[in-house]
């Protein structure tokens, strides 16, 4: 009867310090991931790990995921082994004792997390799209064309390479790899 712990953080910068910092563990799994789906490491552990008996800590159920589906489905199979599931934050326990308010609340606040996550895309879509309708250049590059045969013929007349970015209003870089690209036709 272990007391296992599951900390999730979405990206590397963000810190897991704050997770079940004062519960005691027997054995931690921690990844810096996104919860959007279930194809995760150190979950994959987790799972393979736990057994009949077992408390499996979470923080809050968003750590856990983001997908209703992928929730439901992850608790059911920790339940299927035998394991309970206690989420600190909401104050909710899955398993046995688990009752209809209980998994009603669990629906719920599952179906929250993954709103969230829809929401957080939703505004990261219209900042996007802000940026660019402002003229801002966003996403890799600024997306406009490049005249390739007037650069190699700029390059073929004797320009430099510092000139012809000049002139054609490009990086040097961009030019350098376009005649790396004719080098080698």
């Known amino acids: 009867m272990a007391n296992v712990g599951y900390i999730r953080v979405s990206s590397i910068q963000q ?9 005691p563990l027997d054995k931690v799994f921690t990844e810096k991931v996104s919860g959007k789906n279930a194809e995760r490491e150190q979950l994959n552990a987790l799972l393979n790990y736990v057994r009949e008996g077992d408390t499996v800590h979470v923080h809050e159920l968003s750590r856990l995921g983001r997908n209703v589906r992928d929730l439901l ?46 929401m957080m895309l939703e505004r ?25 045969i007037g650069i190699v013929s700029a390059l073929a007349g004797g320009g430099s390479i510092r000139q012809v970015a000049k002139d054609f209003g490009i990086s040097t870089q961009t030019v350098q790899r376009i005649k790396k690209e004719q080098e080698f036709k």
């Open 124 to 148: 990261q879509a219209e900042g996007y799209a802000a940026a660019k309708a402002a003229g801002r250049i966003v996403g890799r590059g600024n997306g406009k064309a490049v005249d390739r």
């Open 73 to 118: 489905t992850i608790i059911e199979e920790l339940k299927g082994k035998g394991a309970s599931i206690h989420f600190h934050k909401e104050r909710l326990v899955a398993g046995a004792d688990e009752d209809a308010v209980s998994r009603m609340m669990l629906n719920v606040l599952a179906s929250v997390a993954q709103m969230e996550r829809e």
């Open 15 to 23: 810190n897991t310090e704050r997770q079940l910092a004062d519960i």
